[in-house]
């Protein structure tokens, strides 16, 4: 049943029906302690701050903040430390926090109306619109799952020494949907420790490299908090900040929220769910951060100023660590392999994880898990092989293709925060956790700063690959249609009309 499914309902609204699409059967859901106990103060009060509640809503960030850790963004931090060096990190800094602004809003939107964005999309737009951005969606989880897949398989051809080929390295990580259906099966605790588990090996893998090349202290804190930023760096800087929001992920916070039992009837148990998901996120994205900034200055302190610094990419980084540290007692390039594989496996499954909640709220579809994890996979394997046997003998082909996957990436950024912006604004679909308009001016000037920034890399990259008279045509064409869209979801954006199914927050606010 959805979450606001036993509230009374008002003459003027539809039935919720039980057999809409929901995020998580209520079975499934963490319970809270105290969830179900009457509030002596009032029910807009909220609890007093508990650990014990701190650590059972803890989970779904650190499942968000895989997706700033995927190989994608570590090419992004190792080719910004080789040629930038150091001089990057306050921008890392404060893309992740506008990062983390963004991951709230979607979080509060999730807690807040107890449907996903997924799902507001499909109910609050236009159909044809709802079906743009369910396609838009689903291309931008494939591009970001390719990158992840083909991580994961460099990672085993690596540690196979080389045995298992990268189309090989690519059929052993599809099987990653198993493990999320196996670990699915022993509740949502069970698969968050998992990737508990992943990034604590990524922590350790690259906090290892970290103290093997020992970067220079004074120029790392330095690099953190004096801006600096040159014509000669400005293509890694806005790869920095263009690979911080993942489309898919702002999708999946949304849903990964609801995985915990909140009192809906009560304004005060939402208001304390927002308080301690805004707390665990942020401790998630600081350690994110952390591991990034590992990378970062591992790459800066090994490669920059070098005449190969231009080169370095995922496929032959570890070579390169290796060549310039030796062996050691675990080989430096076999510690870079184990972290890059926690890297590509848990982004990988938690792409699989966002895939189904797209599919599912969009679509609004009833099918197993099982059916729904293959179909999302395939979704990507497939393509993902070929790719793999295409270009499994060339480096530089390989980061033509990451550079066409990134545009498409930025491609669809749009697509996933406009909705998100336009529907945490309204009080019609969010009541009294609408965002107010301080934060709302803040994360609208953030989101069109992160367009703006991956428009940028849009046009430097058709500048340089978009020749002949059709092809400029189609691509201006593209371009066109492109544009329009977004100032349409704009402005349906600020003219969402009332809706005859009340979300629970707005009876929340009926109930001051």
Known sequence: MLPHSNMPREDNQ????????????????VHILGINEPDEEGSSVVPPFSWKKLWLFTGPGFLMSIAFLDPGNLEGDLQAGAIAGYSLLWLLMWATAMGLLVQLLSARLGVATGR????LCREEYPTWVSMVLWVMAELALIGADIQEVIGSAIAIKILSNGILP??????VTASDCFILLFLENYGVRKLEAFFAVLIATMAVSFAWMFGETKPTGTELLLGVLIPKLSSKTIKQAVGVVGCIIMPHNVFLHSALVQSREIDYSKKGRVQEALNYYSIESTVALIISFTINLFVMAV???AF?????????????????????YGGGLFPILYIWSIGLLAAGQSSTITGTYAGQFIMGGFLNLRMKKWLRALITRSCAIIPTIVVALVFDTSEAALDVLNEWLNVLQS?????ALLPLLCLVSKEQIMGTFKIGPA?????WLVAALVIVINGYLLLDFFSSEVTGVIFTTVVCAFTGAYLAFIVYLVYWGFTLSVRRHMLPAKLAQGME
């Open 14 to 29: 539809v039935p919720l029906l039980s057999d809409q699409d929901v995020a998580y059967e209520s079975g499934e859901k």
């Open 116 to 119: 996903h964005l997924a799902e």
């Open 166 to 171: 990268l189309w090989a390295g690519v059929v």
């Open 299 to 301: 790459f800066a302190k």
């Open 304 to 324: 920059y100023g070098t005449e190969i610094a231009s080169s370095i990419g995922l496929v032959n980084a570890g070579q390169y660590l290796q060549e310039k």
């Open 411 to 415: 491609i669809q950024i749009p697509f």
């Open 439 to 443: 934060l709302k001016i803040v994360a």
